[in-house]
Nanobody, 120 residues
Framework: QVQLVESGGGLVQAGGSLRLSCTAS????????MGWYRQAPGKLRELVAT???????NYADSVKGRFTISRDNAKNTVYLQMNSLKPDDTAVYYC??????????????WGQGTQVTVSS
């Protein structure tokens, strides 16, 4: 079992910045992607950004140019640098690790979530 531990959420004023971190307890056998999703009150969980082992990234249109996802393979950690934050970015942010175990069973791991609140 892989555990994901997130940190870095908090309260920030509009226009400010936060950096989220997510560390996996161990490697997964085959990793498809690692990334961040968010869920605001009354809304469905949505993709924010993902990164694949080769380094390619994918962003939601709403965060392009403001958020940057990166990964430190040696530390099994993924980061989300969030700049120019807006009140609409307020949500619980969840880390995700998607891939396969050594028996080639599909695995989808989630962190416990970290609250990001942007005040206007």
């Amino acid at each position: 079992q892989v555990q994901l531990v997130e940190s870095g959420g908090g309260l920030v004023q509009a226009g400010g910045s936060l950096r989220l971190s997510c560390t996996a307890s161990r490697n997964i056998f085959i990793m498809n992607s690692m990334g961040w999703y968010r869920q605001a009150p009354g809304k469905l969980r949505e993709l924010v950004a993902t990164i694949v082992p080769g380094g390619s990234t994918n962003y939601a249109d709403s965060v392009k140019g403001r958020f940057t996802i990166s990964r430190d393979n040696a530390k099994n950690t993924v980061y989300l640098q969030m700049n120019s934050l807006k009140p609409d970015d307020t949500a619980v942010y969840y880390c995700n690790l998607d891939g396969y175990d050594s028996n080639y069973r599909k695995k989808d791991y989630w962190g416990q979530g970290t609250q990001v609140t942007v005040s206007s």
